[in-house]
């Protein structure tokens, strides 16, 4: 079963900066889409930065001009540079990827998700 491996959440002061690894393991498949998105308690589950195939990366409006998400194919991973953290930015951070099957279509893994909270 593909797994996704997150990490690099914490506990930050407003101002600071976090990074966020997200690995895909346990496929050999091709690997499409890839993102993080997040949570924050009460509210839905939002895209924060998405890295499309064939169409770069996409950023949350909250979040353009603070964090950068880069995209390192040979380790099947993808990062998540957070600059500038604000309170609002608080959440439990999912990373989810898209993998191909070999034959025909494809599915949708979720990561178990990071916690990031910003004290002001």
């Known amino acids: 079963q593909v797994q996704l491996v997150e990490s690099g959440g914490g506990s930050v002061q407003a101002g600071d900066s976090l990074r966020l690894s997200c690995t895909v393991s346990?496929?050999?498949?091709?690997?499409?889409?890839m993102g993080w998105y997040r949570q924050a308690a009460g509210n839905q589950r939002e895209l924060v930065a998405t890295?499309?195939?064939?169409?770069?990366?996409k950023y949350a409006d909250s979040v353009q001009g603070r964090f950068v998400l880069t995209r390192e194919d040979a380790k099947r991973s993808i990062y998540l540079q957070m600059n500038n953290l604000k309170p609002e930015d608080t959440g439990v951070y999912y990373c989810k990827a898209r993998v191909y099957r070999r034959l025909d279509g494809y599915d949708d893994f979720w990561g178990q998700g990071t916690q990031v909270t910003v004290a002001s």
């Open positions: 346990r496929t050999f498949d091709t690997i499409g889409d």
């Open positions: 890295t499309t195939i064939g169409d770069g990366m």
